[in-house]
């Protein structure tokens, strides 16, 4: 520590200290605030997602369908669910009969096959509500699971859900003005220090002259 002192004056020691405060004291601050908001925008992406699957369920060409497909019919929501795509902004929102057969899916080709993993709608079938996070079809995907009713009896699933893309577009977009932020407060913060050095570099002659006289 003298070695330091000997080589380098004590405004710059200033200088370097404040900076060193200021930086750790700005990104913890932006580490808290980014963590709180990664946690904010997970419960708002599961309240999102449940809203659209609850009404979705409801909807009475949606039920009739379900009911259609598991006495045997041969038929899909497509053009049903396709708008409500568009009009709720989610990545897909697929619907199953009660064995599990898709009924609408983003992809075409996927309608009329079983769903990709029967463990997770399976919650559903027995009347939960179940979220997941995994692979799919359109690559990692954040979902939720959701029992369709019919007088008092689950007769199909609901899948509604944001690829992980998606989400992660939207997370960059609420918390690159926080780390912008901070960024800003340390370069403010570095400036005001290295403002102080050099006060206290002006001083340190002044205080040799008046200790000289």
């Known amino acids: 520590m003298q070695k330091l002192k000997k080589q380098l004056p004590f405004w710059a020691i ?44 409801k909807m009475p060409a949606v039920k009739r369908v379900i009911r259609a497909s598991n006495a045997g019919a041969d038929t899909n ?10 009009r709720d902004d989610v990545d897909f929102i697929v619907v199953m009969n009660h064995q599990l057969i898709r009924l609408s899916h983003p992809r075409a080709k996927s309608v009329g096959h079983h769903f990709s993993s029967v463990k997770d709608p399976a919650p559903a079938l027995r009347g939960q509500i179940h979220y997941s996070q995994k692979p799919g079809v359109l690559g990692p995907e ?36 926080i780390l912008l932020g901070g960024l800003l407060g340390f370069l403010i913060g570095c400036i005001l220090a290295i403002l102080l050095g050099m006060y206290l570099r002006y001083l340190s002659p002044l205080s040799v002259i008046r200790h000289g006289t």
């Open 142 to 177: 954040y979902r939720v699971f959701l029992p369709v009713y019919d007088r008092g009896r689950v007769i199909g699933v609901v899948c509604v859900g944001l690829t992980q893309q998606n989400l992660d577009q939207q997370l960059q977009h609420k918390t690159r003005p």
């Open 77 to 86: 929501l497509q053009t049903v669910i396709k708008p409500l795509v568009s």
């Open 14 to 57: 200033v200088i370097a200290v404040m900076a060193l405060a200021i930086g750790v004291s700005v990104a913890t601050t932006v580490a808290l605030i980014h963590r709180d908001t990664v946690a904010e925008n997970k419960q708002t992406i599961q309240r999102r997602i449940l809203r659209v699957a609850r009404s979705t369920a």
